[in-house]
């Protein structure tokens, strides 16, 4: 008895690897949108000020997942 499919790793271009570009995308926008809400309307913050916040703690957030989808 043979199994019909195997697990491979995603090859580069493939699109197992565009799903990891997705959640990349997905941590990010979910990341700067969690910080500019909070900084926003919980700390009452400027909106200057929170859309900084949310620019630069979502690019964090996008290395991070960068990292993690590497491993």
């Known amino acids: 008895m043979t199994r019909a499919r195997t697990l491979r790793a995603a090859a580069p271009g493939s699109v197992g690897a565009m799903t990891n570009w997705r959640y990349i995308a997905l941590h990010t926008v979910a990341a700067a949108a969690f910080i500019f809400l909070l900084q926003r309307y919980a700390l009452s913050a400027s ?18 997942a960068y990292k993690q989808s590497n491993r």
Request: charged share 5%; net charge negative.
């Open 47 to 64: 909106l200057e000020s929170s859309l900084l916040w949310a620019v630069v703690l979502g690019g964090c957030a996008a290395g991070l």
